[in-house]
């Protein structure tokens, strides 16, 4: 699960809107799903900043061509119907706000639909925040290449912490069935193979699924050429 980048805001018109009533010490509107006017301005904003993958599993939603700069006029998302599309769903990190700050920005992540509908209103823990300053998955997590999962980090966490990140790995779908054997599986394997055959090169994925992953490998790969 890569760190979240969200500080540059390219749907002004939505942070206006959501600014004026922090302003006025106001709750926001109730979050109504894709009937609200800038639906797809936070969908797609949150898409540029995860790179157009799934905030937890990392699956790909969206083609990275529709997030670029110039698809933002005048502080809003220029969505094509059947051109500009996205798969996943806008999902609330701490499902408490949805009534009283249902729009709120730094809850907010895109989710693959399948990971959005299991973790539903399970409590959360912000031990696994993907947006904080000091979140870096590799510190947090360990990634078992041989079965595919994701686990707490052993070394740099005490047992107590080691279960709230394990429980937080569970809640938020970070090893959900749909990623971890179907498309996590097969690119793990994809990888390795070209790692064993001594072939691997970390620039042709830069923009891939599974950024983690990758550079769980890329240290794989570096340990084995310098043995």
């Known amino acids: 699960?890569?760190?979240?980048?969200?500080?540059?805001?390219?749907?002004?018109?939505?942070?206006?809107?959501?600014?004026?009533?922090?302003?006025?010490?106001?709750?926001?509107?109730e979050y109504n799903s894709s009937n609200?006017?800038?639906?797809?301005?936070?969908?797609?904003?949150?898409?540029?900043?995860?790179?157009?993958?799934?905030?937890?599993?990392?699956?790909?939603?969206?083609?990275?061509?529709?997030?670029?700069?110039?698809y933002w006029k005048d502080g809003r998302y220029q969505y094509v119907k059947g051109k500009t599309e996205a798969d996943g769903q806008i999902e609330h990190f701490d499902s408490t706000l949805k009534k009283t700050q249902g729009w709120l920005w730094n809850n907010l992540f895109v989710s693959d639909s399948g990971t959005n509908n299991r973790k539903r209103t399970n409590s959360i823990d912000n031990i696994l925040k993907p947006d904080l300053d000091d979140y870096d998955p590799l510190e947090r997590m360990e990634f078992d290449?041989?079965?595919?999962?994701?686990?707490?980090?052993?070394?740099?966490?005490?047992?107590?912490?080691?279960?709230?990140?394990?429980?937080?790995?569970?809640?938020?779908?970070?090893?959900?069935?749909?990623?971890?054997?179907?498309?996590?599986?097969?690119?793990?394997?994809?990888?390795?193979?070209?790692?064993?055959?001594?072939v691997f090169e970390l620039s042709e994925y830069i923009d891939t699924e599974f950024p983690t992953v990758v550079r769980v490998l890329d240290q794989l790969f570096n340990q084995k050429i310098n043995q």
């Not at 760190?3 to 006025?24: G, P, Q």
């Not at 005490?158 to 959900?176: A, C, F, P, V, W």
């Open 36 to 70: 609200n006017k800038f639906y797809k301005d936070v969908k797609f904003d949150l898409l540029r900043c995860q790179n157009g993958l799934c905030a937890f599993t990392e699956m790909r939603l969206c083609n990275t061509d529709f997030l670029t700069d110039d």
């Open 1 to 29: 699960m890569q760190r979240i980048d969200k500080s540059n805001n390219l749907s002004t018109k939505y942070k206006e809107w959501v600014d004026a009533f922090e302003e006025k010490g106001e709750n926001h509107d």
């Open 145 to 198: 290449i041989d079965d595919n999962v994701y686990i707490a980090h052993t070394q740099n966490y005490s047992e107590d912490e080691q279960k709230r990140i394990n429980e937080m790995i569970k809640t938020l779908g970070i090893n959900y069935p749909g990623a971890v054997w179907t498309r996590r599986k097969r690119f793990l394997n994809k990888v390795k193979k070209e790692i064993e055959l001594g």
